[in-house]
Structure formats: structure tokens, C-alpha cells
């Protein structure tokens, strides 16, 4: 299957820009690992669902930074929470959750070109507008960052995350309509960590021994400065993938990490706007996935590349005791990452890797009170004279399709009739994947005729656990288990592929609340 994973190699439909930086001929490894710093409360506020209880309060501003991507380059302007990018970690404990008040101080123009927005005549408005979404989280519908509920510089929203969940590493970004690829590109992102006592009594490296990675790929100028490419192409006014060969590890391109000789946890992100990695340690060593998008796997499973769609989340256990004295590479296929520095004096090792992380837990299909089948289409819109790419055939402005009931279960059957993977992305759940199946026809009129011509295969064992965005790759129809817990109201599901997102593979869904029993 991994010979799918790769969506795209080169610029798509966009030339690199004349002044383009060659990372190669930058001094690798010279800058150390910066890990975003967690942010403290700055206060307490009244929990909305809990009266006289009281949750940690956050005041995040969005800014324009200016920061060091490389030793050798200047300074990179960016967009991003606080005084840096990635912004602050927000940590939180599972169900005690917090409030976040997100103030838009953003410039009041767009430093990136904007060369088109889904909604033409909201061109009227200033173009830099916000809304910050957490991602993976459990969130009521009126905190969630709903695309159009942006505001301009000088407004802030106040949302509230009650993180009833299991600890997983999430992360908040721009989600705003139209144009969060180019914000999210500008740095607008920030990894956000929900704790449980499940998670700390397994005793998995911890403090200083827990990395967590925000890992994009950004084209750069040979000044250090974001380019984000115009597209040339008349029946495609936006680029459909865009691409850097500037690999950005929690914001430094090519940085080193000294460790010692023993288990680490590395927990991954993949905060590019469309490159799948496909990650391994140079040297080959296993790599121990113990969790994915939503927390820990039932066990500890080995492989020696883990791939990663756009969004998603992985969570490794690398032991690094054999490497004592020794510079290892994280890479991706032909791109280096990042070089772990391994110290030569050996390090007693107090985290022995368990065998069981969490009970398993399969969902059976036989539980799902509907099952719909939605397609992944590009087609050319006739109106705009534009190449679009949809989910389920229909622009984002159609009446709401997809509602399931609060407290049920559903089957989604993602009919993929492009040409690329998607990763696609369901807010508020978290689910399971059933399988993918190869398919070779497919009738748009009834939905009805698909012809499988393949055997169902399972979710690889890394993407086994719960997910809150999973790969769904061409000519295959991917099956996921959903329950929709939590909150009624109206969410969104997307391609995380932003440029995808943004042009308009995007759809409403509404969770109806449950009938009131007699
Ligand atoms: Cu990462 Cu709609 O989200
Ligand atoms: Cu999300
Ligand atoms: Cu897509």
C-alpha cells in the first residue's frame, strides 16, 4: 500500500519561485531543536457546563513574528500564536478541559498572495480574518472555529474546550474560510496536549524524554522568506498542492536534538499543507508506535517507516541505547529531517516499554444504524470555470446532508474518484477504520453500482486505534466506524490537504441532538 501514499512530488501546477532556496546548500544541523515552550494559565474562568467551577483560562494573541528559521538565513516572517512558531503547547488534563480566548492581532493585509478565495464577493472584506479550530478535539459546536464565524484584527473569540477525552496529542490552527492555506502556511498552528491517568501510569518517557514534533515542508526565498506560489494556469486559478523543500522541525529547517543512550517519545505532527512523509531513522533501527491521531494504540506495534498524511499524529518510542556516541537521521525517503546528537555515557533506563497500552477495543460494524456513501470527486465548475474538488459532489454552500443522530454509530464509505489520497478529516469524533477496498466502477446517478474488485484490506496496525483523520487513497473506497458523541450542532469534514480544503473540499455535517424519550 505505501506506494500510494505519495500525493504529489513536485509543484504541481506552480514553477518554484527564481530566488528560491537551495536547502542543500545551508550547513546542516547546526541549530538546536526548539521545543514550544507550554503555556500557564494566565487566570481562571466559570466552567459553562459545571456551575462554580472554574478551568484555566489562556489568552493567546495571533501576531506577526519575525524569527530564525536557520543560522545562516535571516529572520522568516511569520503569522503565529504569541512569539513564535509553532505557538505555545496548551496541556490540559482529560475532562477538566480550558478556555482560550483567541485575539486576532494580525496586520491588516495578507503578507502571502491571495489569488483566490472561495467566496468572490466577500472580497469586500479585509483579507486577513481568523478563527482558530482545535483539531481532534471534543468541542461544543459554538467554540469549534466553524469557517465562516472569522473575525478581523482587533476581535478575539473565547472558546471552550472541555476535553472530555483520552489523552492525545491534538493541535490548533486557522480553519478559516477560504483562505486558512495560506494562514496555516504563515504559521498558524500550535500542538495541543490532553493528559489522562490511563497514559501516566504506563510510565512512557516523559519531561525532557517526550519530543513533540510540528514537521511542515515550506518553500522558502533565498532571503529566508515564505513563498507561496500563484497559479498560472487559467482554468485553475489556485495551486492544487502546494510543496517547499524546506523541511521546518518545530519551526527550524534541519535541526539537531542531543539525546541520550535510551527510550525517547516522539510525538509527530504533520503540520504541512499537503506532503505526506513517510518517516524511518537512517540507520534503520525499529521505531515503536505506541498511538495515533487519538491517543494509544491497544499495544506497542514495530515498524521501521511510519507513513503521515497531512494532520495526522503519531506517537514512537525509539530506543536509542544501542546508538550511544553515535549521529542518527530521522528522515523521510530522500529528505533529511533532523539529526539526534546521541551522548556516549550510558543512561540508567527507567521506562520500560508495556506490552498493553490500552484495552482493545474493536467496533463492531453490525452497530451502525446507517451507512453512506460519499464520494471524493475533481470536477471542472462551469460557473467559476474553475477545476474544484468536492466531497460527495456538492460545493460547500449546498444544503446540509449529513446528519446522525447524537449517541448513534454510522459507517462512512469514502468512494475515492480522484486521482490523489485525501486525507479526510471529521470534526468533533474520533473513529475507527474498517478497511479499504479496490473498486473499478462507480455509478454517480444511484450511488449504487460500485464494483469492488478487490479483497477488504485492513487498517495498517499504526492506524488501528482511533483516528480523527485517515487516509483514503485513490480508486479505493475507505470505510470508517463512527460514534457521534458529545455535542449536537453543525461541524465540518474536509480534505486536510489545504489547498483541497480551501477550493472546496469541505462539507457541513450536523449532529442532531437525540429524540427526548417518553
Ligand atoms: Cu485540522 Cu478542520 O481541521
Ligand atoms: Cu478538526
Ligand atoms: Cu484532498
Given at each position: 500500500t505505501s506506494s500510494l501514499i505519495v500525493a504529489g512530488t513536485g509543484l504541481g501546477w506552480a514553477e518554484a519561485p527564481?530566488?528560491?532556496?537551495?536547502?542543500?546548500?545551508l550547513t546542516p544541523f547546526v541549530d538546536p531543536l526548539p521545543i514550544p515552550r507550554v503555556l500557564t494559565p494566565s487566570g481562571k474562568r466559570a466552567n459553562p457546563e459545571h456551575h462554580g467551577e472554574q478551568l484555566p483560562f489562556y489568552r493567546v494573541s495571533m501576531r506577526e513574528i519575525s524569527q530564525k528559521?536557520?543560522?545562516?538565513?535571516p529572520a522568516t516572517r511569520m503569522w503565529s500564536?504569541?512569539?513564535?512558531?509553532?505557538?505555545p503547547t496548551l496541556e490540559v488534563q482529560s475532562g477538566q478541559g480550558a478556555i482560550v480566548e483567541?485575539?486576532?492581532?494580525?496586520?491588516?493585509?495578507?503578507?502571502?498572495?491571495?489569488?483566490?478565495?472561495?467566496?468572490?464577493?466577500?472580497?469586500?472584506?479585509?483579507?486577513v480574518r481568523s478563527v482558530i479550530h482545535l483539531h481532534g478535539g471534543r468541542t461544543p459546536p459554538d467554540s469549534?472555529?466553524?469557517?465562516?464565524?472569522w473575525v478581523v484584527p482587533g476581535k478575539s473569540q473565547n472558546c471552550f474546550y472541555p476535553?472530555?477525552?483520552?489523552?492525545a496529542l491534538l493541535f490548533y490552527h486557522d480553519h478559516t474560510m477560504g483562505i486558512n492555506r495560506l494562514n496555516i502556511y504563515a504559521g498558524m498552528q500550535g500542538l495541543f496536549i490532553v493528559r489522562d491517568p490511563l497514559e501516566a501510569s504506563?510510565?512512557?518517557?516523559?519531561?525532557?524524554y517526550e519530543i513533540p514534533m510540528l514537521i511542515c515542508d515550506r518553500m522558502l526565498r533565498k532571503d529566508g522568506q515564505l513563498s507561496y506560489p500563484v497559479s498560472e494556469h487559467p482554468d485553475r486559478p489556485w495551486v492544487p498542492e502546494v510543496f517547499g523543500n524546506a523541511m521546518l522541525v518545530n519551526g527550524k529547517l534541519l535541526p539537531y536534538h542531543e539525546v541520550e543512550p535510551r527510550k525517547y517519545r516522539l510525538r509527530i505532527m504533520?503540520?504541512?499543507n499537503a506532503r505526506f512523509y513517510r518517516f524511518s531513522l537512517e540507520n534503520k533501527k525499529p521505531l515503536s508506535v505506541i498511538g495515533d491521531d487519538q491517543g494509544l494504540l491497544s499495544a506497542p506495534v514495530t515498524v521501521q517507516k511510519i507513513p503521515l498524511a497531512p494532520a495526522e499524529r503519531t506517537d514512537l518510542v525509539v530506543d536509542f541505547s544501542d546508538m550511544a556516541g553515535t549521529h542518527v537521521k530521522l528522515i523521510s525517503d530522500s529528505f533529511d529531517i533532523l539529526e539526534f546528537r546521541v551522548s556516549a555515557k550510558a543512561a540508567g533506563d527507567a521506562s520500560p516499554l508495556p506490552s498493553t497500552l490500552r484495552p482493545p477495543l474493536r467496533l463492531d460494524p453490525?452497530?451502525?444504524?446507517t451507512t453512506r456513501r460519499l464520494t471524493l470527486d475533481e470536477r471542472m465548475?462551469?460557473?467559476?470555470?474553475s477545476m474544484g474538488m468536492l466531497l460527495n459532489n456538492?460545493?460547500?454552500?449546498?444544503?446540509?446532508?449529513e446528519k446522525p443522530t447524537l449517541g448513534t454509530t454510522e459507517i462512512w464509505e469514502l468512494v475515492n474518484l480522484t486521482d490523489d489520497s485525501h486525507p479526510i478529516h471529521l470534526h468533533l469524533v474520533r473513529f475507527q477504520i474498517l478497511d479499504r477496498r479496490r473498486f473499478d466502477q462507480f455509478e454517480y446517478?444511484?450511488?449504487?453500482?460500485l464494483r469492488y474488485t478487490g479483497a477488504a484490506i485492513p487498517p495498517e496496525s499504526h492506524e488501528?486505534?482511533?483516528?480523527?483523520t485517515v487516509r483514503a487513497d485513490p480508486a479505493m473506497v475507505t470505510r470508517i466506524i463512527i460514534p457521534f458523541e458529545g455535542y449536537a450542532g453543525r461541524y465540518v469534514w474536509h480534505c486536510h490537504i489545504l489547498e483541497h480544503e480551501d477550493n472546496e473540499m469541505m462539507r457541513p455535517f450536523e449532529v442532531l441532538a437525540a429524540p427526548e424519550k417518553a
Open positions: 527564481s530566488d528560491a532556496l537551495d536547502p542543500s546548500t528559521v536557520h543560522r545562516d538565513l500564536f504569541e512569539d513564535s512558531f509553532p505557538g483567541w485575539a486576532n492581532a494580525l496586520p491588516i493585509r495578507h503578507f502571502l498572495p491571495i489569488d483566490h478565495t472561495l467566496h468572490g464577493a466577500e472580497k469586500s472584506v479585509p483579507e469549534d472555529g466553524y469557517p465562516e464565524n476535553a472530555k477525552q483520552d489523552a504506563l510510565n512512557l518517557p516523559s519531561g525532557k504533520n503540520g504541512s453490525a452497530t451502525a444504524v465548475d462551469d460557473i467559476q470555470r456538492t460545493p460547500w454552500h449546498m444544503p446540509i446532508t446517478q444511484t450511488k449504487g453500482t488501528a486505534g482511533w483516528k480523527d
